[in-house]
């Protein structure tokens, strides 16, 4: 009978993904194509006001709501202050094992009341914020190359190489896994430095508007993509339900808002007074300006992650004859903050710090090498090579020497390369592993999609690199000390 209620709720996933598609059929490069009864291109994106007009709901009240990339249960019952239980009563024909809901899925949810609620307006979709298959068709060096402003001439330094205004947005882009377009609609929404071909350099050191700290252009752009993904990650995984502006005063956020939103409402909090704050979330602030560089992100599809995702059987990453310790709990896939995507895996050593090792980080799961770096390798998971689409698996701190080639097409347990200190910060030689979905990071602790490999589980402690790893009976803590109680039983 479970099995025949998932099946049936899965044809009903289609339905809405086919009836939300007719009218205009989907090509490759993951573009609506327009047709001739679209407005024109001119055309500004749907109005409301930049504060709430909800009315005060009695608790418990059945509101509609249609079900957005990335929702489930658990986050659904955190935004809209109900239960899990009370949601599967008020839509039966959901699965209780469900995992993701199915994007466009019409349902009803109870609703419990909370003043001073933020907008319900709806800046941009989640699939223009991270760097998954709403790229398939951008090109990022094109597009600056079109504009007439001075920030396609930028020049910047990143890791001891020297990258132009693309290469700047590209690199940020592919290691935060953020959409070039999110952060070029706020380079120009901020300082219009796309538009405009005078450059100011009197005001580059706080370009973004962070004045004490990471100045310069492209410092500033690396913080305000650590702090997207923060408030991005938090607000998906059920952490953030409301903001606090610079006055102190609290917003409490619209139930029905999707995590782009919620991160670029964040950002501007921190940075704007109210007035500017209002303008900025409103449909003639940074909405309009990605509009306006980019088109209606709306009329592209907007899925990103689908109804009843599941994660492929994965191996941990390492030989099964050999015991690692488990040196890092759940803590940043990149950066310093959310999303807290990675864990961390140290082979046997005589002594600690960043030591070379006979000893190789292997393949989790089939795959092809969609992309080589410093430190870095992305196992592509569904074949095609590119990064951006399907499960991808990062893994950091591998050696150069040794290391796999781009494009080598990999079977479970072959060789990724030998642990090292390489890319990033590291202080011991370890393999950091994450995971990623259509480009967006999956936390490694996630109630909905946990990170298991050969059956352990990652729990996340009170702070970044703390937690545990757990199969059954059986528990593992992190420790970067590799102490005997963080030590993974070699598998048989």
Known sequence: MKNQKLF???????????????????????????????????????????FSSRPVYPP??????????????????????????????????????????????????????????????????????????????????????????????????????????????????LNYSLNPKLLLALVEFQTGALTNPQRTPAIEDSFLGFENYHRGVHLQISYASDLLNDAFYRYFNGEMTSIEHLDGTIENIDPWQNSATVALQYYFSLIMNKEEYARAIGPEGYAKTFFDLFGDPWRRNTTVIPGNLTQPTLILPFSPDTIWAYTGGPHTGWGTRKPWAAVDFAPPSETQGCVETEQFATAIADGVVARIDVGTVMLDLDGDGDERTGWVILYLHIAEEGRVGQGAVLKQGDIIGHPSCEGGSATGTHVHIARKYNGQWIPAASSVLPFKMNGWIPVEGNRPYEGLLVRGSQVVRASVLSDSQSMIPAQR
């Open 8 to 50: 049936l709720f899965a044809i009903l996933g289609a339905i809405v993904i086919l009836l939300s598609s007719c009218g205009s059929k989907q090509e490759s490069g993951y573009i609506l194509p327009e047709t001739e009864e679209v407005e024109p291109a001119a055309t500004a994106p749907a109005t409301t006001t930049p």
């Open 60 to 173: 418990g009240t059945l509101v509609d709501y249609i079900a957005q990339s990335s929702d489930s249960l658990d986050l659904l019952a955190v935004r809209f202050g109900a239960s899990p239980e009370e949601i599967l009563w008020a839509n039966p024909e959901i699965p209780a094992d469900v995992t993701t809901l199915p994007p466009g899925f019409p349902m009803k949810m109870p609703i419990y009341y909370e003043p001073l609620w933020g907008t319900e307006f709806q800046m941009i979709p989640d699939a223009a914020f991270v760097y998954g298959p709403d790229l398939l068709d951008f090109d990022l060096k094109a597009f600056l190359e079109s504009t007439p402003g001075w920030f396609k001439n930028y020049r910047a330094s990143i890791g001891g190489n020297t990258l132009d205004a693309a290469g700047v947005i590209n690199y940020y882009s």
